[in-house]
């Protein structure tokens, strides 16, 4: 008889996904089920519950247990073929032992702990300079101290894990997943004084790091003993100035070799961190409360490196040139007049070389006008009593306002204390009444929402003779940063990708909508994510197509989501204000960006949520007409604003002017260089995509005919005519083969991993010129033909190949009647191998789960990647699968519990805030919500949207004296708080 052959499990394959997750799952419940009630002893128990009964599970943990290990032999050069080995006489023979008993080795756990660590110990010898071996042998005296009840085991065990990391980064001082790693170790054993001291000794050593430096700051940030925001903002500034030195250092060295340094890898990875731990900055201080002071790191950041005039300066003489520019009344970006830097300077030179001209010019016209008095004769002459006078009658003013501020603070202390309140007493006198702490917390959002833009210190909202109340005034006064506030944190970046992310990044953190500017895989993605306190649009949209796709699912509307249980995160009147100040800065930053259409769509967007209600489309005209007009008419050559304008009127529905806008640009870019003439595969594929987007009833196939028409042209190369009719079955032949030709010439490009937009719409577009004259099944070989293009390493860091394979999904989607759900879903699950952080992927495989798998199976799925690439993001999605079916509270309750324990996760406040929504608004259990906002504010004290979530929350549960203490200790974090408590109590009394 023959033995089936042996076929290898193919680890990649994602079908086989869900098996690996099943085996985890029922691994983890062997060590975590608590809720198994058999007797191990009981002797009536079936032979069944060996698999999962509680008296065979000790036994499979117990570490004495040997289990059978087959050792395979050495591989064999050749290879039978078939599907079945034939089994030889020999080793049917004797005493029916079928397998040798030399390839059978009876292990221990101590078996296998001992024979791994040789192992290790080999390769480690072996190989000192794989970080990947020292890696794999920290990583399984985790595995070890998991095995091991005692506490001191594990600790003697996390003692080795130290150990044996110290000898690595010994042998490799400069590897950071090395150094990260034995920082992690260390954190585990040391006190936090301890751990922050091997912190800063590694930073002195590694200053020019990011990576070191951004986990340092994660670490020192969550520390809630040490956590001041003063001292942050130090930690902060010490990173921003060690980096930038690096960065500095970097450039002296390209410009020593003869390199460009804007074009200098190292020199680009540098910049980005950097402006990574920036964002990081700006998203510390707007979340504990100063959105002035984040506002105005961004206006200076953003002047300090895009505008900086174009002189060779040092860079202590552009920091003064920079202060006098701050210092002064000129309008910053995002302010309406603001010129930018360089502009204001020149200016300013005009304005000051005029005044010069004129006083020359009026002393050359005068005559003699008498002898001038010396300096010390002047100041005699001012002494006398006739110039005292003025004097004497400003100090009798300044007495007599200092008199009314005297009189106005008595009338004060003796209405506080009409109201029981001494003024004269500890500052944090108990309040008696919980809604009053509900009332101040109100109050404190509603500051928020409207205090966010810095106020310039000549402006005439602090000047006294605006005739501003003393209390409005003092907050003004508060609002005004001064260059010493931001001096600290100014760097200079040169790379044209770190100038592009500052800018992308600074319109994602105002709520505008700007196409996707990186890859879900980098940094800036996971680190954005990670600071969430509520849910941005960009992640929302996803969210809600969830929701209504299992909600419809289930045939009933159901209610709770996680929008329901955070609320919206802004007002109307504070997103306007933001959308005009993100549009003017918007503007001015094409200036430094010229022909990026990336930004230009943001500032027309930004202009129509500017002039209407959000997520408005029904205005008949369309509110960014007039502004991309004017931007046309000072660039008639920018084909990709045309195209972009276009767009925007389409989604209006305004698409006959749409047309007109394409048609035009289309035709007149044959007569432009060659620059212009190379966005025309981003006209062309816009286009077709709105014709689709147009198809409703009868009008379908016109809509078709013209989206091929329009692709007919760009295949074939010939000059764009508008629709006449449809293209004859040539035109569709040499737009097959002018599209093959130009997919074949991009090989070599892809190949170098030079890929730009251009190139993804040639690809697009001829996926969906085969989709509607071939068929859908020859558009997706066109894009499977792109991906096999790419090294699949390169696949994970470019963004627009993720922006490729998000087409290739919604392509597969559409057809997903005629297709096979299999086919749709094995692509789906591969592409999140490939970006696990991906929210579009997440809300394709829900879209596609409920209808060809069953909910176990995708829950299993996203345990998987909640275990082997945790995110906010994953955590999000599965959180709202389970809402939206209305899934046991059990469940919710595990996959809260499960982010939260997570060491990253634990610093999400967006994990924490809705934790303790659901337990309020849901699960109905007012005492564990107050267990959990304790934890929160310990993980996240930064986070004022956080604690007050406590006053407004959790006001039944937490006493008047408990919320005095939270607001105690909130000034002590150094929080900044705009209402102090008496207003409100004054305002209970007035109105009383």
């Given at each position: 008889?023959?033995?089936a052959r ?14 690996q997750?099943?085996?985890?799952w ?5 060590f975590?089920?608590?809720d ?16 999962w009964s509680?008296?065979y599970?000790a036994l499979?943990r117990?570490?004495?247990l040997?289990r059978?290990?087959?050792?395979s ?5 050749t290879?039978?073929p078939g ?6 006489d ?14 059978l ?16 110990n080999?390769m ?17 005296q985790?595995?070890?101290?998991s095995?091991?009840?005692?506490k001191g085991?594990r600790?003697?065990t996390?003692?080795k ?5 110290e000898?690595a ?10 150094l ?13 004084d301890?751990l ?13 790091s ?5 986990e340092f700051?994660?670490v ?5 003993s ?5 001292e942050?903002?130090?930690m902060?500034a010490n990173a921003?100035?060690a980096?930038s030195?690096?960065?500095s250092?970097?450039?002296r ?5 003869a390199n ?8 680009v990875?540098?910049?980005l ?10 998203r ?19 002047e ?5 005039p174009?002189?060779?300066?040092t860079?202590?003489?552009?920091r003064r040139l920079f202060?006098?520019?701050w210092?002064s009344?000129?309008?910053?970006i995002?302010?309406d007049g ?7 300077l020149e ?9 010069i001209?004129?006083e ?5 016209e ?10 010390s ?10 110039n ?6 400003g100090?009798?003013?300044?007495a007599?306002?200092?008199a009314?501020?005297?009189e106005?603070k ?10 029981g309140i001494?003024?004269?007493?500890e ?5 008696k009444?919980t809604?009053?702490?509900t009332r ?5 959002l509603?500051?928020?929402s409207y ?5 310039h ?8 003779s605006n005739?501003?109340a003393d ?7 508060l609002?005004v940063?001064?260059?010493e506030?931001v ?17 992308s ?13 990186a890859?879900t ?7 954005k994510?990670?600071s969430?306190e509520a ?5 929302l949209?996803d ?8 909600a419809?699912a289930?045939?009933g509307?159901?209610?709770?989501n996680?929008?329901?249980?955070l ?6 009147s504070?997103r ?8 003017n800065?918007?503007l001015?930053c094409i ?12 500032a ?9 209600k ?12 007039a ?14 604003l ?6 925007r009127?389409a989604?209006f ?6 047309r007109k806008?394409f ?5 007149s ?6 620059d ?7 006209l ?7 014709e689709?987007d147009n198809?409703?009833g009868?009008?379908?196939e016109?809509?078709s005919?013209?989206?091929i ?11 764009y005519?508008?629709?006449?009719c ?13 599209f093959k ?12 991993g ?9 690809i697009?577009?001829a ?8 068929g ?7 894009l499977?033909?792109?991906f096999?293009?790419?090294?699949p ?9 993720e922006?490729l394979?998000n ?10 009647a ?5 086919k749709v879903?094995?692509?789906i ?10 929210p ?14 069953a909910?176990?199976?995708l829950?299993w ?12 993001i994953v ?12 899934g ?6 595990g ?6 324990a997570?060491?990253?996760l634990?610093n999400?406040a967006i994990?924490w805030?809705c ?14 919500a107050?267990?959990?906002f304790?934890r929160a504010?310990h ?7 956080l604690?007050?979530?406590g006053f ?5 549960v937490l ?6 203490d ?19 109590l004054?305002?209970d009394?007035?109105?009383?």
């Amino acid at each position: 008889m023959d033995i089936a052959r042996f076929k290898r499990h193919n680890f990649t394959n994602p079908s086989e996904l869900n098996k690996q997750a099943l085996y985890r799952w029922n691994w983890r419940s062997l060590f975590f089920d608590g809720d198994i009630d058999i007797d191990a002893l009981d002797n009536k128990l079936k032979a069944t519950g060996r698999y999962w009964s509680a008296k065979y599970t000790a036994l499979e943990r117990h570490k004495n247990l040997k289990r059978i290990r087959i050792v395979s032999p050495e591989r064999s050069t050749t290879i039978t073929p078939g599907d079945f080995i034939p089994l030889p006489d020999d080793q049917n023979s004797g005493d029916g032992g079928s397998i040798s008993k030399d390839s059978l080795v009876e292990e221990s756990w101590e078996d296998l702990m001992l024979r791994k660590t040789r192992e290790f110990n080999k390769m480690s010898r072996e190989h000192p300079h794989d970080e990947k071996v020292w890696l794999a042998f920290a990583e399984f005296q985790d595995r070890v101290a998991s095995m091991q009840p005692q506490k001191g085991a594990r600790l003697q065990t996390l003692e080795k894990k130290i150990s044996i990391l110290e000898k690595a980064t010994e042998l490799n001082s400069d590897n950071e997943e090395l150094l990260l790693c034995l920082m992690n170790a260390y954190r585990s054993r040391d006190s936090t004084d301890v751990l922050i001291g091997r912190w800063e000794k590694i930073l002195m050593q590694h200053s020019g790091s990011y990576k070191l430096w951004k986990e340092f700051l994660r670490v020192v940030q969550g520390e809630f003993s040490r956590f001041k925001v003063s001292e942050m903002r130090k930690m902060y500034a010490n990173a921003i100035q060690a980096l930038s030195a690096a960065c500095s250092k970097q450039h002296r060295q390209s410009h020593q070799t003869a390199n460009a340094p804007s074009r200098d890898p190292i020199i680009v990875q540098q910049e980005l961190g950097l402006v990574d731990i920036f964002m990081s900055l700006c998203r510390f201080e707007w979340q504990a409360g100063y959105q002035e002071l984040a506002t105005a790191l961004f206006q200076a950041e953003i002047e300090y490196s895009l505008f900086c005039p174009s002189l060779l300066l040092t860079e202590q003489s552009k920091r003064r040139l920079f202060e006098h520019f701050w210092n002064s009344n000129g309008a910053r970006i995002g302010e309406d007049g603001a010129l930018g830097w360089s502009i204001w300077l020149e200016k300013e030179e005009e304005q000051r070389q005029k005044v010069i001209n004129e006083e020359s010019h009026k002393n050359e016209e005068g005559g003699w006008t008498g002898w001038s008095l010396p300096l010390s004769k002047s100041t005699e002459m001012s002494g006398n009593p006739e110039n005292k006078a003025d004097d004497d009658v400003g100090v009798q003013e300044f007495a007599e306002s200092d008199a009314r501020d005297t009189e106005q603070k008595d009338d004060t202390e003796a209405l506080l204390k009409m109201l029981g309140i001494d003024a004269d007493a500890e500052a944090d006198c108990e309040v008696k009444d919980t809604t009053t702490w509900t009332r101040w917390s109100e109050e404190e959002l509603s500051r928020d929402s409207y205090q966010w833009m810095p106020v310039h210190a000549k402006s005439d909202e602090i000047s006294p003779s605006n005739g501003t109340a003393d209390r409005e005034g003092d907050e003004q006064l508060l609002r005004v940063i001064l260059f010493e506030d931001v001096r600290e944190y100014l760097f200079s970046i040169s790379a044209e990708e770190a100038r592009l992310s500052l800018v992308s990044q600074f319109i994602d953190f105002y709520g505008g909508r700007i196409s996707q500017w990186a890859c879900t895989n980098s940094s800036s993605w996971a680190e954005k994510n990670l600071s969430l306190e509520a849910l941005p649009d960009s992640i929302l949209v996803d969210l809600r197509r969830v929701h209504d796709v299992l909600a419809k699912a289930e045939s009933g509307p159901s209610s709770l989501n996680l929008e329901f249980l955070l609320g919206s995160s802004t007002d109307i009147s504070m997103r306007t204000n933001m959308m005009k100040f993100l549009r003017n800065a918007t503007l001015l930053c094409i200036t430094a960006f010229p022909h990026n259409y990336i930004l230009e769509e943001a500032a027309l967007v930004a202009e129509e949520l500017s002039n209407t209600k959000m997520n408005s489309c029904s205005c008949s005209v369309t509110p960014c007409r007039a502004l991309a007009k004017s931007l046309l008419k000072s660039n008639r050559q920018d084909v990709l604003l045309c195209g972009v304008y276009a767009r925007r009127e389409a989604v209006f529905g305004n698409i006959d002017h749409a047309r007109k806008v394409f048609d035009m640009a289309l035709a007149s870019i044959e007569g432009f260089p060659a620059d212009p003439r190379s966005d025309a595969s981003l006209l062309y594929f816009w286009y077709a995509e709105v014709e689709l987007d147009n198809i409703s009833g009868s009008s379908s196939e016109l809509s078709s005919s013209r989206a091929i028409h329009i692709l007919s042209c760009f295949g074939s190369g010939v000059k764009y005519s508008p629709f006449k009719c449809h293209p004859s079955s040539l035109q569709q032949l040499r737009a097959h083969q002018g599209f093959k030709e130009r997919i074949r010439m991009l090989r070599t490009t892809w190949a170098r991993g030079i890929m730009d937009d251009h190139s993804i719409a040639l690809i697009c577009s001829a996926a969906l010129f085969e989709e509607l004259t071939t068929g859908w099944a020859a558009g997706i070989e066109v894009l499977n033909q792109a991906f096999s293009m790419v090294l699949p390493e390169r696949k994970s860091q470019s963004h627009q190949l993720e922006f490729l394979f998000n087409y290739y999904v919604k392509m597969l989607w559409k057809h997903h009647a005629e297709l096979k759900l299999s086919k749709v879903w094995d692509s789906i699950v591969q592409g999140l191998q490939i970006y696990p952080f991906s929210p579009k992927l997440y809300n394709a495989l829900v879209e596609i789960g409920h209808l060809h798998t069953a909910p176990n199976k995708l829950r299993w799925i996203f345990d998987d990647y909640c275990h082997k690439k945790p995110s906010v993001i994953v955590w999000l999605f599965a959180l709202s699968f389970e809402m939206s079916r209305e899934g046991s509270q059990h469940r919710i309750h595990g996959l809260f519990e499960r982010a939260l324990a997570n060491e990253r996760l634990r610093n999400s406040a967006i994990l924490w805030r809705c934790y303790i929504a659901y337990e309020i608004n849901v699960a109905r259990n007012p005492s564990a919500a107050r267990r959990i906002f304790f934890r929160a504010i310990h993980a996240c004290p930064w986070s004022k949207k956080l604690w007050l979530d406590g006053f407004l929350k959790l006001n039944l549960v937490l006493t008047a004296r408990e919320l005095s203490d939270l607001h105690e200790v909130m000034r002590d974090k150094e929080l900044n708080l705009r209402t102090d408590i008496y207003e409100i109590l004054l305002q209970d009394e007035m109105e009383s």
